[in-house]
């Protein structure tokens, strides 16, 4: 997310414009992290989340315990790793849109400015169905209020252009070496211009 941020600067705008009309309190550092009813006053910084790991979400891999024959025919023998491919599902026109390769968070939002909610088989991040991640809330809980709380007090700012960045192949798509960033306190900003 931190390099989409550094990649679409108006969504970064957008996110700390919500977190400053919503929790001006974790802008000024009254507020040490946002709660839970905090977060759900914060559906961009959602939505933007949700976007970055539609694009790079992690890949998905399976294999049966015992044979088995799927409904089309197909033949899957006992061990065989099967891989989901989770960079390409992520990117479908017939599931995202036309725009489907473009990192746009609005996609998330419904007429409301409501948080949509996306069925796990299109949203495959925590997979869907009875496999589907136990944890998927809280870890998206703990994902936004770590966004919240590095977006509104610091500026992150990637060395290299965040468009030449590229990514390893990889089961969970890292960033191809390091990913060197300047950091910059916020506060002493936010407080001059209370």
Not at 14 to 39: H, Q, T, V, Y
Not at 158 to 181: Q, R
């Amino acid at each position: 997310m931190i390099v989409n941020m550094n990649r679409y600067p108006r969504v970064l705008e957008k996110i700390r414009a919500e977190i400053n009309e919503n929790l001006p309190e974790l802008l000024s550092g009254e507020l040490e992290a946002p709660s839970m009813a905090d977060l759900q006053k914060l559906p961009y910084l959602e939505a933007a989340m949700r976007e970055s790991l539609r694009l790079y979400m992690a890949t998905v891999h399976r294999a049966p315990n015992q044979s088995t024959t799927l409904s089309s025919g197909l033949h899957v023998p006992f061990g065989t790793h099967v891989i989901v491919p989770t960079y390409a599902m992520g990117r479908m026109p017939t599931v995202w849109g036309e725009d489907a390769a473009e990192y746009r968070p609005e996609r998330w939002i419904d007429e409301d400015g409501h948080v949509l909610k996306i069925s796990p088989f299109k949203f495959f991040s925590f997979l869907a169905g009875p496999h589907q991640c136990l944890g998927m809330r809280f870890a998206l809980l703990e994902m936004q209020t770590v966004m919240a709380v590095l977006l509104s007090r610091f500026d992150i700012k990637t060395v290299e252009n965040p468009f030449d960045i590229t990514y390893d192949f990889s089961l969970v798509i890292p960033v191809k070496g390091p990913l060197m960033a300047t950091i910059h306190d916020r506060s002493a900003v936010v407080a001059e211009s209370s």
